[in-house]
């Protein structure tokens, strides 16, 4: 169901979409604008895969690639399987390491070394899942 979704949204910088140099869409906007940068299919990804138990641990990945071709992100999830990368719709068989996923994930782009690595964590209570828009309409998520 991911993957169907994700193969619908549609790629368009920040400064298209909302006339700035960088925004982060909270999971609930980039559901409901169907569209956005790596960061923001990266943190929705991520995400989803925490909301629906399918992952322990998620983060979003930022990545550089070769010969100037700036930076990336992608999301890579935790578990009892392995890492596993999502990067647009392509969603990876599971690695043994984090870096493994990474670097198969990111090959075609001419990936060159991990930049940073954020961890993605859920609400801590539903007082503070109100500041989350209450995310996650298409797949049920408790």
Do not use: M
């Amino acid at each position: 169901q991911l993957q169907a979704f994700l193969k619908n949204c549609t790629y368009i910088s920040d400064f298209e979409q909302f006339g700035k140099i960088e925004y982060y869409q909270t999971p609930d906007e980039f559901f409901h604008n169907r569209r956005g940068d790596c960061e923001d299919f990266a943190y929705f990804s991520a995400y989803v895969f925490l909301r629906k138990r399918w992952a322990f641990r998620s983060w979003v990945v930022f990545v550089t690639l070769r010969n100037g071709g700036g930076v990336h992100a992608i999301a890579v999830v935790k578990n009892g399987n392995g890492y596993i990368a999502v990067d647009y719709s392509y969603i990876s068989e599971p690695f043994l390491t984090l870096e493994e996923a990474v670097r198969v994930a990111v090959e075609p782009y001419g990936y060159s070394y991990i930049l940073r690595v954020l961890e993605v964590n859920l609400p801590e209570s539903r007082k503070s899942e109100k500041k989350d828009k209450g995310f996650c309409p298409i797949w049920g998520c408790d």
